[in-house]
């Protein structure tokens, strides 16, 4: 059976890491676990899904207020393991992500995804997502 998680230790935290570094794998575990901490002070929060021990699918998210959107959840992260991609553990885990939205009485959810990820859009569009706006990006650091 598997159950939706919001990581509250840094052991939980931990446990995430293997299947988020498949999605942002310039992070070492050390600095993943740091940036979390340092981001859990503005609200970011992680949720992941745990099936038989083992993590699943892992999200990152926050919730925010802007004028344009009012009240939104937003998803800074979420990625599924490969090896478990297309059992319907991403699926689960952003029916929570949404759950949990509405529980926390947002106008919006919202996440941004690379334009080279062309699986994940294809999940999105038919998880009922619209594709809404350009994101626009400048390093300042090289």
């Known amino acids: 059976m ?11 935290i931990l446990r995430c890491y293997s299947v988020m570094a498949q999605l942002r794998p310039h992070l070492t575990e050390a600095e993943f676990v740091a940036r979390v901490e340092r ?13 038989a021990g083992a993590v699943k699918c892992v999200a990152g998210f926050r919730i925010l207020e802007s004028l344009a959107w009012g009240k939104f959840l ?3 992260d979420l990625v ?25 009485k947002c106008d919006e959810f919202h996440l941004d995804s690379g334009v080279q990820r062309f699986g994940a859009h294809r999940f999105y569009l038919a998880t009922g997502m619209d594709i809404t706006c350009h994101h ?7």
């Open 2 to 12: 598997s159950t939706v998680i919001v990581a509250q230790s840094r052991k939980e």
């Open 39 to 51: 981001q859990d002070r503005d609200g970011y929060r992680i949720a992941f899904l745990e099936d």
């Open 74 to 76: 937003y998803v800074d």
């Open 80 to 104: 599924t393991d490969e090896r478990e991609r297309s059992k319907g553990c991403g699926q689960k885990l952003i029916a929570w992500l949404i759950n949990h939205a509405k529980e926390q």
């Open 136 to 142: 626009f990006a400048m390093k300042l650091k090289k």
